[in-house]
Nanobody
Framework: QVQLVESGGGLVQAGGSLRLSCAAS????????MGWFRQAPGKEREFVAV????????YYTDSVKGRFSISRDNAKNTVFLQMNSLKPEDTAVYYC??????????????????WGQGTQVTVSS
């Protein structure tokens, strides 16, 4: 079993930056693709970014391309989401997730096996 714990959320002004972390425990996730999703109030959970097991391959939803960056440190069993140039529409609860599925490019929540509890990101205008 894998436990994921996110941290790093908070309140930031538009244009600011935050760095989210997702620490895994219980089992190494070094061979798993790792993703970030977010859910705003009244909206469905949406895909944000994903990285393959090594971190060499990444993919982002269009709305965050050029502003967000996903990375991982397998030695620390941790995944990061660097968020720059934040906008009020980025306000949401951010979740990290891990998938054991073959292939790394997973963009739907149903393809992920493990989830964290989420961390709130609020961007004020």
């Amino acid at each position: 079993q894998v436990q994921l714990v996110e941290s790093g959320g908070g309140l930031v002004q538009a244009g600011g930056s935050l760095r989210l972390s997702c620490a895994a425990s219980g089992r190494t996730v070094n061979s798993y693709a790792m993703g970030w999703f977010r859910q705003a109030p009244g909206k469905e959970r949406e895909f944000v970014a994903v990285t393959n097991w090594s971190g060499r391959n990444t993919y982002y939803t269009d709305s965050v391309k050029g502003r967000f960056s996903i990375s991982r440190d397998n030695a620390k069993n941790t995944v990061f989401l660097q968020m720059n140039s934040l906008k009020p529409e980025d306000t949401a609860v951010y979740y990290c997730a891990a998938t054991r599925s073959g292939g790394w490019l997973r963009t739907t929540s149903g393809e992920y096996d493990y989830w964290g509890q989420g961390t709130q990101v609020t961007v004020s205008s």
